[in-house]
């Protein structure tokens, strides 16, 4: 099975991460994609306290109606905190024989070079960069931290990097939809509407809620 991986703190989730989870499952035929919400992310600081359990409500409420997505709480059981290569190697041992494409923002990707034990992920299954407003890196060799890209080759063409491990790493554009889960918190403490940003379900279980109308 050819299961993609989409983290992040989700907070809420809204269209563009839809999208972006659609187009990589079309372009590289995969089977499902695994939303898995961060319980603890190591790289920003949670805005307006939202518990895990609300998050993990909200994807749940996003993906329901397509069977090709589903969403893991797994990050949520787990101590410590959310480190992606942590959360990929529990899922290649939970399932052994499925073959992983991690699917990254260009904004994050920029910025892997801080991530915890990054190396390790290139080395552990493939990597899908998805464009994002603001963050080019179109030339996926030049975005590389320097201390490792003699491990990688570069086929232009394809816009897909060959790391020596045998996975890649692939450039994926036209899906910059600029929605970000900030601006969306923002509107809502405003009272001010986030309908066409998030899937209506979301909509209704935010201002049902209330959800960030206390979010300093």
């Given amino acids: 099975m050819k299961t993609g991986i989409l983290g992040?703190?989700?907070?809420?989730?809204?269209l563009a991460h839809l999208r972006i989870a659609d187009e990589v499952r079309d372009t590289f035929a995969l089977d499902r994609v695994?939303?898995?919400?961060?319980?603890?992310?190591?790289?920003?600081?949670?805005?307006?306290?939202?518990?895990?359990?609300?998050?993990?409500?909200?994807?749940?409420?996003?993906?329901?109606?397509?069977p090709a997505f589903a969403v893991s709480d797994m990050e949520g059981?787990?101590?410590?905190?959310?480190?992606?290569?942590?959360?990929?190697?529990?899922?290649?041992?939970?399932?052994?024989?499925?073959e992983f494409f991690f699917i990254i923002g260009s904004d994050s990707f920029l910025d892997i070079g801080s991530w915890y034990d990054y190396e390790a992920i290139f080395a552990s299954c493939n990597l899908v960069v998805a464009a994002r407003p603001g963050a080019e890196a179109a030339d996926l060799l030049a975005a590389l931290p320097v201390a490792i890209t003699a491990q990688f080759c570069y086929y232009p063409a394809e816009k897909r990097l060959a790391h020596?491990?045998?996975y890649s790493?692939?450039?994926l554009a036209g899906v910059p939809l600029d929605i970000s889960s900030r601006s969306i918190r923002g509107l809502a403490r405003l009272g001010r509407s986030i309908r066409y940003l998030v899937p209506e379900a979301v909509e209704r279980y935010i201002n049902e809620q209330r959800i960030y109308a206390h979010d300093g």
């Avoid at 998050?55 to 329901?64: D, E, F, I, P, S």
Wanted: glycine share 8%; aromatic share 8%.
């Fill in 8 to 14: 992040g703190t989700f907070n809420p989730v809204h």
């Fill in 34 to 66: 695994l939303f898995i919400p961060a319980a603890s992310p190591p790289h920003k600081a949670m805005e307006g306290e939202v518990p895990f359990e609300t998050r993990c409500a909200m994807v749940r409420l996003a993906t329901a109606d397509n």
């Fill in 169 to 171: 790493v692939y450039w």
């Fill in 164 to 166: 020596r491990s045998g």
């Fill in 77 to 98: 059981r787990r101590p410590g905190a959310s480190y992606s290569i942590d959360t990929i190697r529990a899922l290649k041992k939970e399932h052994p024989g499925d």
